[in-house]
């Protein structure tokens, strides 16, 4: 049985205004933040790859992909440039703006799933058109072992409702953040939206909620996985998409489609998002190495478990 995720989205050049400075020409997109995630935690060779770029995408950045375990032969070079989006954040990091956007070879991107890659535990369909996202679904063999990830966005929860529906229809695990949880459900509270959206589709839904951590709900209950209280946090792009590779990569990893699984991935995936956003784009997260991985999980166990049951005592 396959164990590999497949990862469809963006490839990009990201400028980035930060505090901390501006920086240009950041190897970014949704796509290589979440490879490089699953890649940390997934068997070598089996995190796939599928983007465009264009002429300009040094080939130096795919070969860093691949020394990673990356497989990238999905990943189509086009005459043109590569997506590149500029973002200005605010001082304390917790708002940004997209200063341009220049979608270049991703504009007309229809994701060809070679065939080598039709067979998947984990299918994660990044940020794109949601008739993208559905030509993927058409395109992979999936069975019951297949675990279909989705995330989406504002823009695509307004401006393409029905197809958005179509692939709701078919995920088995959404991965939104509060905002866009609300928005597509309609209503403020979280756990509301929660019970909305899953009924649109999605049997599992993940919110997350940025340095607050994130919510699975699923029919197992709630279940909450907090954020790594860091000390310094110097870039927050690519957090999210970090944070739904990680959990794909481990998932693929394990084959595991429990509740149990899940929840036990979602520490591996807010450690990784944890660590992307140490460091201006994915600097950081590049720099993992095992052992600071089991350090940090350790020091999420530390921070959720008092030590004992919890209830009255009598
Ligand atoms: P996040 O911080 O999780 O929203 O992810 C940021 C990454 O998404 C950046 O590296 C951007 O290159 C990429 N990105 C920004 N806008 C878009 C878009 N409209 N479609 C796809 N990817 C985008």
Request: glycine share 10%; with cysteine; aromatic share 8%.
């Amino acid at each position: 049985m396959s164990k590999a995720a497949l990862v469809v989205g963006s490839v990009a050049f990201d400028d980035l205004d930060m505090p901390s400075g501006n920086f240009r020409d950041v190897l970014g997109g949704a796509a290589t933040y979440s490879c490089i995630a699953a890649s940390l935690v997934s068997e070598p060779g089996t995190c796939r790859l599928v983007g465009v770029v264009g002429a300009d995408f040094a080939e130096a950045h795919l070969d860093m992909l691949r020394a990673r375990g990356v497989d990238t032969a999905g990943v189509e070079r086009k005459a043109g440039k590569t997506f590149r989006w500029h973002g200005r954040y605010s001082q304390d990091l917790a708002s940004r703006e997209s200063i341009d956007t220049q979608l270049n070879v991703f504009a007309d991107f229809r994701p060809k799933i070679p065939d080598a890659y039709r067979k998947n535990a984990v299918v994660l369909l990044g940020n794109i058109h949601p008739k993208l996202q559905l030509e993927v679904l058409a395109q992979v063999d999936r069975d019951a072992q297949t675990l279909v990830m989705a995330d989406t966005m504002n823009f695509w929860i307004t401006g393409e409702p029905r197809a958005l529906a179509d692939v709701l229809a078919k995920v088995d695990l959404l991965v939104i953040n509060d905002e866009e949880a609300q928005q597509l459900a309609g209503v403020k509270s979280v756990a509301q939206a929660a019970r909305a959206i899953r009924k649109q589709g999605p049997k599992r839904l993940i919110i997350k909620r940025g340095e607050h951590g994130a919510l699975l709900f699923d029919d197992a209950g709630v279940f909450f996985v907090p954020g790594y209280p860091l000390e310094q946090v110097l870039d927050p792009t690519g957090a999210g998409d970090t944070f739904a590779g990680g959990l794909a990569g481990y998932l693929a990893r394990t084959r595991d489609r429990s509740s149990h699984a899940v929840r036990k991935g979602m520490f591996y995936a807010s450690a990784l998002a944890s660590f992307c956003v140490e460091g201006i784009g994915a600097e950081r997260l590049l720099a993992v190495k095992k052992g600071d991985l089991d350090e940090r999980l350790a020091a999420f166990t530390a921070m959720v478990d008092y030590g004992g049951a919890l209830g009255f005592v009598e």
